[in-house]
């Protein structure tokens, strides 16, 4: 079993920047896992849930057309860590960002999902 834990969410004026984090843990001792992909996904209200940006071990991360050249993502993989530097933000990217996570257990591959943290920018 895995664990996310997000950070970094909050109130933005339009134009300003954000950092979410998102670190995944093992839940107990004899978890192991090897992370594929690490990344963002958000969600608006009526809308559905979509790609913000992930990253796989190696190489570079994929973003979001919408997003390009405005967001980075980041990761470091000895801390299991992902970061996601929101600039010139946008009143269109007020959503609740989840942080996902793909990975093989050993027993086979799974996602997660963080529990999501609120990004609102205002006009």
């Known amino acids: 079993q895995v664990q996310l834990v997000e950070s970094g969410g909050g109130l933005v004026q339009a134009g300003g920047s954000l950092r979410l984090s998102c670190t995944a843990s093992?839940?107990?001792?004899?978890?192991?896992?090897?992370?594929?992909?690490m990344g963002w996904y958000r969600q608006a209200p009526g809308k559905q849930r979509e790609l913000v940006a992930t990253?796989?071990?190696?190489?570079?991360?994929n973003y979001a057309e919408s997003v390009k050249g405005r967001f980075t993502l980041s990761r470091d993989n000895a801390k299991n860590t992902v970061y996601l530097q929101m600039n010139s933000l946008k009143p269109e990217d007020t959503a609740v960002y989840y942080c996902?996570?793909?990975?093989?257990?050993?027993?086979?591959?799974?996602?997660?999902w963080g529990q999501g943290t609120q990004v609102t920018v205002s006009s």
């Open positions: 990253i796989g071990t190696v190489g570079s991360a």
């Open positions: 093992r839940s107990t001792s004899r978890s192991v896992f090897s992370i594929i992909f």
């Open positions: 996902y996570l793909h990975l093989n257990s050993g027993s086979g591959l799974d996602d997660y």
